[in-house]
């Protein structure tokens, strides 16, 4: 193998691909990336066996082959060149990569291509396009929900439904629900309905963040495929039955209030201050009024009030304030409704005017 390329490609394509790569894997391959020169392109890869990424970079190909090198190695190397060209050439008698750049030279011990995972070759039987903007707009609001505890799989996951044109997706960890549904620019004929793996989908809006253009998802079997450009990702995704979220949401409300968002997260980072040891907020809406209260026996008391709109009974009630805050801060409207049923039940967090996001929250117990 023979190549040449410039130092800003590679460096770009060994920075998505590093997000496959299984760091604590007890598999020395894993930890490695997958350089394949190919006619007129550089193709790397990477997995961890349930995240693959795949990128192609334009490259200068003199002698075609395929050889797996040490990922945070050639990616430290990289980095720290200068924007010039890189040449790559594979000394197959030592099995090592002799890389050099400018006056800078490295021989690099490499690991066999055959011993890396294949990379899956899927057929796809559906596919949907949706805007990268749309994409990144709908996982950072609703990820957060999802669960870290992986005693509980099903809950780490984010439920993706597809009904032609329209795209939902829900997360939970049992503590809160988030539920956002947009328009896809392109459907599909059929319903889907899919588990993604909340962390695949955090790495996916570090790759495809930038200009706006469009994401394509395909489905087969137990995988999904997202291709945005020169980059594919597959991702496997989690099986198993998702909690029935819709018996979650309440049908009435007993109070509801329309406050400015940034004054309320304003107030709510400010109290957040005074809450150690998951000490509750604790909110108080009475005479268009909103209080918020924290407080820790050894750091002091907070107290917010901000103006509100709206009717209905006066309400006492707690949360989490980590999970309030998430759930204000995934809002992109200007006004925020808080609205619920009393003390012990679930209330909802949703931007003012649109049906398109909901944030539920379950309320804290305060002796």
């Known amino acids: 193998m023979y190549i040449k390329c410039l130092q800003s490609d590679l460096w770009e394509a060994i920075q998505i691909v590093q997000k496959a790569i299984s760091i604590r894997s007890t598999l020395p391959i894993l930890s490695g990336i997958l350089f394949q020169a190919r006619k007129k392109e550089l193709i790397l890869s990477g ?65 066999l291509p055959e011993d890396f995972p294949k990379f899956p070759e899927l057929k796809i039987e559906q596919s949907c396009v949706i805007s990268s903007s749309e994409l990144i707009k709908i996982i950072k609001q609703i990820t957060k929900a999802a669960s870290i505890d992986e005693t509980r799989p099903i809950l780490t996951g984010v439920l993706l439904n597809i009904n032609k044109n329209r795209f939902k997706m829900v997360a939970t960890d049992s503590y809160r629900l988030a539920i956002k549904e947009v328009e896809l620019k392109e459907g599909i004929e059929d319903k889907i309905q899919a588990i993604i793996p909340s962390r695949t989908l955090n790495e996916l809006i570090k790759i495809i963040s930038g200009e706006e253009h469009d994401i394509i998802l395909g489905f087969t079997g137990n995988q999904l495929i997202f291709k945005e450009g020169n980059t594919v990702l597959i991702t496997r995704l989690i099986e198993g039955q998702y909690p029935n979220y819709q018996q979650l949401l309440p049908e009435k409300y007993e109070f509801k209030v329309s406050i400015n968002k940034e004054a309320l997260l304003g107030a709510v980072r400010r109290v957040l201050l005074f809450t150690q040891n998951n000490s509750p907020v604790k909110i108080k809406i009475q005479d268009k009024m909103m209080e918020l209260n924290a407080a820790t026996a050894d750091v002091g008391e907070a107290i917010e009030r901000i103006n509100t709109e709206g009717d209905g009974r006066d309400i006492n009630i707690a949360f989490n304030p980590q999970y309030f805050l998430d759930g204000l801060m995934s809002v992109n409207e200007e006004k925020v409704v808080f609205e619920g049923i009393d003390a012990t039940k679930p209330a909802l967090i949703k931007p003012e005017g649109k049906e398109n996001f909901l944030y539920l929250i379950m309320p804290m117990r305060v002796v």
Not at 48 to 57: A, G, M, Q
Not at 86 to 108: A, G, P, T, V
């Open 47 to 111: 997995t961890n066996l349930e995240l693959s990424i795949k990128c192609s970079i334009p490259a200068e190909i003199k002698e075609e082959g395929s050889i797996v090198i040490p990922a945070r190695l050639i990616g430290d190397i990289i980095k720290n060149l200068p924007e010039a060209t890189i040449e790559l050439f594979l000394d197959s008698s030592s099995n090592q990569i002799k890389l050099s750049c400018q006056e800078s030279k490295f021989n690099i011990k490499t690991l």
